[in-house]
């Protein structure tokens, strides 16, 4: 049973901004209803400016989290795009392997790169969900679906199998007080889709944001993250890809079919596609590309016994079950089930 959460800003400042005040209240709110002390981290509440200029105090905070054993689960605020600056103040001197432990992590989005540095570590996360996206949805109540994960994490510490959802939701243009209680557009889901391979499969998921993993191989928006990355080895090597089952979802910018062929092209190169055991795809934003992205899949990974299963409701498309890493999965495409262990 999950007590205490703290919210962390690792990524973007959003959450401190006057204009966010309201899914703040809103978003705490929520947790307190759960029965959830909430806890906000030192300088999780600080804007912006702050957030992007002090990647040290960024780290601090995820560390005296770590360090807190009052906190039960340690919450991302959002995502963002350079939460790789975290690194060398992270894995100098073993600050975060010196206080780590095995309290529920949870976020999305860029936040895949704190993912992948927590599991250099050894430590099993939860990948799906955020404050500011989930909690503080702005409809009367969470969503239906998504809700129903955060609750049996909290209340089990675990989640024990996803199935898709009856609906998928078109993302708000306008979040400010407006909004308050405003139902989102809402469309029939399909259910998942197998584009490819044995409907059974399995192994440990891994994987995140296609977005984030691009830019670790590629210096487009940060020049630095990727010699960051490689110099602290953060993506996995091939080997530990072995058997794994690879999650990919693509964020809110809805890369281009060229990018998203491209970040699929460095995965391939570092061998990542002969290794793992089968692929679990997120259900684009808006729908946005999902054929190209479907056809580019089969073309770049180029092994037809390679299972895809397509159209998982985990990333940037509402509404978001959560998904652990590090434990053992079995994927179901004719059950329509992803069980875990």
């Keep these: 049973m999950i007590r205490t959460v703290e919210v962390v800003s690792l990524s973007r400042g959003v959450l401190g901004e006057d204009f966010a005040a309201h899914e703040l209240r809103l978003g705490t709110e929520r947790l307190k209803s759960m029965g959830l002390q909430v806890k906000f981290s030192p300088n999780a509440l600080k804007g912006l400016e702050y957030i992007r200029e002090h990647p040290e105090d960024r780290a601090a905070d995820l560390i005296e989290a770590y360090s807190d054993p009052d906190v039960d689960m340690i919450l991302?605020?959002?995502?963002?795009?350079?939460?790789?600056?975290?690194?060398p103040y992270l894995f100098d001197d073993d600050k975060l392997k010196s206080v780590i432990n095995d309290k529920i992590f949870l976020g999305f989005s860029d936040t895949t790169i704190n993912h992948l540095m927590l599991h250099k570590l050894g430590v099993k996360t939860f990948y799906g969900q955020s404050f500011l996206s989930d909690?503080?949805?702005?409809?009367?109540?969470?969503?239906?679906?998504?809700r129903s994960y955060f609750e049996e994490l909290i209340r089990t510490?675990?989640?024990?199998?996803?199935?898709?959802?009856?609906?998928?939701?078109?993302?708000?243009?306008?979040?400010?007080?407006?909004q308050l209680g405003v139902p989102r557009v809402q469309h029939e889901n399909k259910g998942f889709e197998l584009l490819q391979g044995p409907p059974v499969?399995?192994?440990?998921?891994?994987?995140?944001?296609?977005?984030?993993?691009?830019?670790?191989?590629?210096?487009?928006?940060?020049?630095?993250?990727?010699?960051?990355?490689?110099?602290?080895?953060?993506?996995?090597?091939?080997?530990?890809w072995k058997g794994r089952i690879l999650l990919?979802?693509?964020?809110?910018?809805?890369?281009?079919?060229?990018?998203?062929?491209?970040?699929?092209?460095?995965?391939?190169?570092?061998?990542?596609?002969?290794?793992?055991?089968?692929?679990?795809?997120?259900?684009?934003?808006?729908?946005?590309?999902?054929?190209?992205?479907k056809k580019l899949l089969v073309s770049v990974i180029d092994d037809s016994t390679l299972p895809i299963l397509w159209n998982v409701n985990i990333g940037h498309a509402l509404p978001r079950c959560i998904i652990p890493f590090g434990v053992n999965a079995a994927a179901d495409a004719g059950k329509q089930v992803i069980v875990f262990e």
């Excluded at 605020?77 to 600056?85: S, V």
């Excluded at 503080?136 to 969503?143: A, G, Q, R, V």
């Excluded at 024990?160 to 979040?175: L, N």
């Design 248 to 293: 990919l979802e693509s964020s809110e910018e809805k890369p281009s079919p060229q990018k998203y062929r491209k970040a699929l092209e460095y995965l391939r190169e570092r061998g990542v596609f002969r290794a793992v055991s089968g692929l679990l795809i997120g259900k684009p934003m808006d729908e946005a590309y999902a054929d190209d992205y």
């Design 201 to 240: 499969f399995s192994g440990k998921i891994l994987g995140g944001c296609i977005d984030s993993l691009f830019d670790i191989f590629d210096g487009e928006r940060y020049a630095d993250m990727p010699v960051l990355c490689e110099e602290y080895g953060i993506f996995p090597d091939a080997e530990d």
């Design 76 to 87: 991302c605020a959002i995502g963002g795009d350079d939460t790789y600056r975290l690194l």
């Design 157 to 178: 510490g675990s989640i024990k199998e996803i199935r898709p959802s009856d609906v998928w939701y078109e993302e708000r243009t306008v979040f400010d007080d407006s």
């Design 135 to 146: 909690i503080c949805e702005l409809e009367t109540n969470m969503l239906p679906y998504t």
